[in-house]
C-alpha cells in the first residue's frame, strides 16, 4: 500500500516501509506495486479486458453486429450488448456513449451478464456514464449471482473497501472466496495477503500458503514472491530455499523487484543455488533499475 509520498505503509501496522516489503514490526509481507486500482480490478486495463471479451468472438459476430439492430430491437439481450459495444467503441457506428449505456442498460435488466458486468465496470469508473458506486455495485451483483468470478472478486473488493456499498467483511470474503474457489487468481492472491496478515480475517499462514501458491501457478507475481519469501524463512512451511528460489526466480522474470533482490542474495550466497556472483549482480541491477533501493544500496556499497 502506499502512502501520499510514494513509501509504502504496513496494513496490519501503518509502519512505513519505504521500500521494504518485509514490515520488521509485524513480519507482514506487503505488495512491490503502487495502488493505481488494479488489485480491485477497477481501472483501464480492467475495462479493456471487460471489452475484448466479447472482441474475440469478432471473427464469428463482426458481420452480424449492425445487422442485431433488429434482434437488438425485439429485445434480444445479446444482440443489444453487442449493439452497445458498437456505439460505445464506435465501431461501424458512430460513438454514441449515451446509446451505448441505453443497450447496455436494455440488455443487462434481460439478464445478460456480459452487460451487467460492463454497466458494473463504466457505473464505478465514470466511463461514458456518470460515475455512480451504488449503481456499480447493483449490476456487478446481478453478474456475480451468475457465478461470474471476475464480478465476484469486484464486489468482494467493494463490501471489503465499502465502495458503493456499506463495509461487510465477511460479505466481502463470501464474495472472494466464491471467486477464489473458482480460480480467480486476483482473489486468490488477496486472500493469501489477509489470511497472512490476519487483515478482517483470523491470521492463519498455512491459509495464506494455500491461495498463494494457487494464484502463484496462475503466474502471479506478488503471490510468487510472497510464497518465496515464506519458503525461504520457513514461515508457515518447510523451509525449502531450492523452491524459494524457483519462485523468486518467475516473479524476477515479471520484473518484480523485490524478487529480484532477493534472487540476486541467493546467488551471491550460493542459497538454494549454485554461488554465482556475476548473477547476482545481474539480478541487483535489474532490481534497482526497477526501484529496489536495497538493491541499489547493495551496488553502490560494491561501487558498481
Known sequence: MANNNGGRICQKCGMNLGQKHLCPICDTPESGRENSGGGDGFDSAGLEAAKSRPARLEDRENADRIQS??????????????????YFNGRSVKKDLPEAVRCFRKAAERGCADAQSFLGRICFLGEGVEKDKSEAVRWLRMAAEQGRAAEQHLLGMCFFKG??????????????????????????????????????????????????????????????????????KGDGVNKDVSEAVRWFRSASAQNMPDAQYLLGVC??????????????LKWWRMAAEHGNADAQALLDRLEL
Open 69 to 86: 439492430r433488429p434482434a437488438a430491437e425485439q429485445d434480444n439481450a445479446m444482440a443489444q450488448y453487442l449493439l452497445g459495444l458498437c
Open 163 to 232: 465502495e458503493g456499498v456499506e463495509k461487510d467483511i465477511s460479505e466481502a470474503f463470501r464474495w472472494l472466496r466464491m471467486a477464489a474457489e473458482q480460480g480467480d487468481a486476483d482473489s486468490q492472491e488477496f486472500l493469501g495477503m489477509c489470511c497472512y496478515s490476519g487483515n478482517g480475517v483470523r491470521k492463519d499462514v498455512p491459509e495464506a500458503l494455500k491461495w498463494w501458491r494457487m494464484a502463484a501457478e496462475q503466474g502471479k507475481a506478488d503471490a510468487q514472491y510472497y510464497l518465496g519469501v515464506c519458503l525461504y
Open 267 to 280: 546467488c551471491f550466497k550460493g542459497e538454494g543455488v549454485g554461488k554465482n556472483v556475476s548473477e547476482a
